[in-house]
Protein backbone atom coordinates (compact mmCIF):
# COMPACT_ATOMS: atom_id res chain seq x y z
CA UNK A 1 0.00 0.00 0.00
CA UNK A 2 3.22 2.00 0.66
CA UNK A 3 4.12 1.97 -2.95
CA UNK A 4 0.08 2.99 -4.42
CA UNK A 5 0.22 5.95 -1.88
CA UNK A 6 3.61 7.10 -3.28
CA UNK A 7 2.69 6.92 -6.61
CA UNK A 8 -0.50 8.47 -5.95
CA UNK A 9 1.48 11.19 -4.81
CA UNK A 10 3.95 11.66 -7.79
CA UNK A 11 0.94 11.51 -10.38
CA UNK A 12 -0.51 14.82 -7.85
CA UNK A 13 2.56 16.24 -8.56
CA UNK A 14 2.94 16.02 -12.23
CA UNK A 15 -0.45 17.55 -12.69
CA UNK A 16 0.82 20.62 -10.31
CA UNK A 17 4.25 21.07 -12.28
CA UNK A 18 1.53 20.99 -14.82
CA UNK A 19 -1.15 23.63 -14.29
CA UNK A 20 0.17 25.27 -10.79
CA UNK A 21 -2.97 25.65 -9.30
CA UNK A 22 -1.59 24.67 -5.88
CA UNK A 23 -4.38 22.03 -5.34
CA UNK A 24 -2.38 19.04 -6.44
CA UNK A 25 0.14 19.71 -4.73
CA UNK A 26 -1.63 19.42 -1.22
CA UNK A 27 -3.28 16.46 -2.63
CA UNK A 28 0.46 14.53 -3.22
CA UNK A 29 1.20 15.59 0.46
CA UNK A 30 -2.02 14.04 1.84
CA UNK A 31 -1.38 11.16 -0.27
CA UNK A 32 2.67 11.12 1.24
CA UNK A 33 1.14 11.09 4.54
CA UNK A 34 -1.17 7.96 3.59
CA UNK A 35 2.32 6.64 2.92
CA UNK A 36 3.67 7.31 5.91
CA UNK A 37 0.89 6.01 7.98
CA UNK A 38 0.79 2.86 5.83
CA UNK A 39 4.25 2.28 6.95
CA UNK A 40 3.38 3.04 10.84
CA UNK A 41 0.09 0.86 10.05
CA UNK A 42 -0.38 -0.79 6.77
CA UNK A 43 -3.32 -2.63 7.40
CA UNK A 44 -5.11 0.70 8.58
CA UNK A 45 -6.33 1.52 5.03
CA UNK A 46 -9.23 3.51 6.56
CA UNK A 47 -6.79 5.07 9.08
CA UNK A 48 -4.90 6.10 6.01
CA UNK A 49 -7.27 7.53 3.75
CA UNK A 50 -8.77 9.84 6.71
CA UNK A 51 -4.97 11.19 7.16
CA UNK A 52 -5.20 11.58 3.76
CA UNK A 53 -8.01 13.59 3.09
CA UNK A 54 -7.38 15.58 6.52
CA UNK A 55 -3.89 16.28 5.46
CA UNK A 56 -5.10 17.51 2.19
CA UNK A 57 -7.96 19.74 3.12
CA UNK A 58 -5.92 21.43 5.77
CA UNK A 59 -3.03 22.30 2.58
CA UNK A 60 -5.90 23.52 0.68
CA UNK A 61 -7.69 25.16 3.50
CA UNK A 62 -5.08 26.90 5.00
CA UNK A 63 -1.68 26.84 3.46
CA UNK A 64 -3.34 27.37 -0.40
CA UNK A 65 -4.46 30.71 -0.23
CA UNK A 66 -1.18 31.84 0.91
CA UNK A 67 1.22 30.20 -1.40
CA UNK A 68 -0.91 31.13 -4.10
CA UNK A 69 -0.94 34.94 -2.85
CA UNK A 70 2.43 34.43 -2.78
CA UNK A 71 3.17 32.69 -6.31
CA UNK A 72 0.67 35.16 -8.19
CA UNK A 73 2.16 38.14 -6.88
CA UNK A 74 3.45 40.89 -9.31
CA UNK A 75 7.12 41.89 -9.41
CA UNK A 76 5.90 45.95 -9.75
CA UNK A 77 3.57 47.08 -7.28
CA UNK A 78 2.96 43.24 -5.47
CA UNK A 79 -0.20 43.58 -5.66
CA UNK A 80 -1.88 39.94 -6.63
CA UNK A 81 -3.28 38.08 -9.77
CA UNK A 82 -6.91 37.71 -9.60
CA UNK A 83 -6.89 34.27 -11.56
CA UNK A 84 -5.92 33.28 -14.62
CA UNK A 85 -7.97 35.46 -16.51
CA UNK A 86 -8.63 37.88 -13.56
CA UNK A 87 -5.26 38.91 -13.76
CA UNK A 88 -4.74 40.34 -17.10
CA UNK A 89 -8.14 42.82 -16.55
CA UNK A 90 -6.87 46.06 -15.27
CA UNK A 91 -3.24 45.67 -16.48
CA UNK A 92 -1.66 48.20 -18.77
CA UNK A 93 -0.07 47.20 -21.89
CA UNK A 94 1.60 48.53 -25.28
CA UNK A 95 0.06 48.24 -28.53
CA UNK A 96 3.07 46.59 -30.97
CA UNK A 97 0.82 47.06 -34.25
CA UNK A 98 -2.43 48.63 -34.81
CA UNK A 99 -5.37 47.02 -32.87
CA UNK A 100 -8.61 47.20 -34.43
CA UNK A 101 -12.25 45.20 -34.37
CA UNK A 102 -12.49 41.55 -34.04
CA UNK A 103 -11.65 41.44 -38.02
CA UNK A 104 -8.54 43.44 -37.49
CA UNK A 105 -6.73 42.44 -34.68
CA UNK A 106 -3.71 43.86 -33.36
CA UNK A 107 -1.10 42.59 -30.25
CA UNK A 108 0.50 43.67 -27.53
CA UNK A 109 3.19 42.92 -25.10
CA UNK A 110 1.76 41.51 -21.82
CA UNK A 111 4.20 39.80 -19.26
CA UNK A 112 7.03 39.36 -21.89
CA UNK A 113 4.52 37.93 -24.64
CA UNK A 114 2.95 38.98 -27.80
CA UNK A 115 -1.18 38.83 -27.20
CA UNK A 116 -3.70 38.87 -29.51
CA UNK A 117 -6.02 41.91 -28.57
CA UNK A 118 -8.89 43.90 -30.00
CA UNK A 119 -10.26 47.79 -29.77
CA UNK A 120 -12.66 48.09 -27.46
CA UNK A 121 -14.48 50.24 -29.79
CA UNK A 122 -15.06 50.82 -33.14
CA UNK A 123 -11.95 52.86 -33.74
CA UNK A 124 -8.40 51.00 -34.36
CA UNK A 125 -5.83 52.09 -31.73
CA UNK A 126 -2.53 52.93 -32.55
CA UNK A 127 0.94 51.12 -32.30
CA UNK A 128 2.89 52.13 -29.43
CA UNK A 129 -0.18 53.57 -27.26
CA UNK A 130 -0.23 52.47 -23.63
CA UNK A 131 -3.71 50.75 -23.50
CA UNK A 132 -6.08 48.72 -20.86
CA UNK A 133 -6.94 45.24 -20.75
CA UNK A 134 -10.51 45.15 -19.86
CA UNK A 135 -11.64 41.79 -21.11
CA UNK A 136 -10.02 38.47 -21.93
CA UNK A 137 -11.59 35.84 -24.48
CA UNK A 138 -9.43 32.98 -25.27
CA UNK A 139 -6.20 33.98 -25.87
CA UNK A 140 -7.76 37.65 -27.69
CA UNK A 141 -7.45 40.64 -24.75
CA UNK A 142 -9.83 43.40 -25.05
CA UNK A 143 -8.19 47.07 -24.75
CA UNK A 144 -9.08 50.49 -24.44
CA UNK A 145 -6.41 53.48 -24.85
CA UNK A 146 -5.31 54.98 -21.42
CA UNK A 147 -5.70 58.57 -23.20
CA UNK A 148 -9.43 57.69 -23.85
CA UNK A 149 -10.46 59.35 -27.23
CA UNK A 150 -6.71 60.86 -27.80
CA UNK A 151 -5.74 57.19 -27.94
CA UNK A 152 -7.63 56.39 -30.60
CA UNK A 153 -6.49 56.44 -34.68
CA UNK A 154 -8.39 58.24 -37.27
CA UNK A 155 -8.06 55.83 -40.07
CA UNK A 156 -9.45 57.97 -42.59
CA UNK A 157 -6.75 60.64 -42.00
CA UNK A 158 -4.22 58.58 -41.40
CA UNK A 159 -4.53 56.84 -44.68
CA UNK A 160 -4.58 60.17 -46.03
CA UNK A 161 -1.09 61.04 -44.97
CA UNK A 162 -2.96 63.53 -42.73
CA UNK A 163 -2.00 63.46 -38.54
CA UNK A 164 -4.05 61.45 -35.79
Do not use: C
Not at 10 to 15: E, G, P
Not at 58 to 75: D, L
Not at 99 to 120: C, K, N
Not at 130 to 149: D, K, M, Y
Amino acid sequence: MVVAWLILGVVFLAIELRHFAFYAIFAAIGAFAGAIVAVLWPTAFVVQVVVAVIAAGIGIKVARPAVSKAFHERREGHHPGRGVHGALVGEEVLTLDVVGDTHHPGHVRLAGERWLAVSGSDQAIPAGTQVWVTAVSGTTLTVWPVAGEAGYLDLGNAEQGGDQ
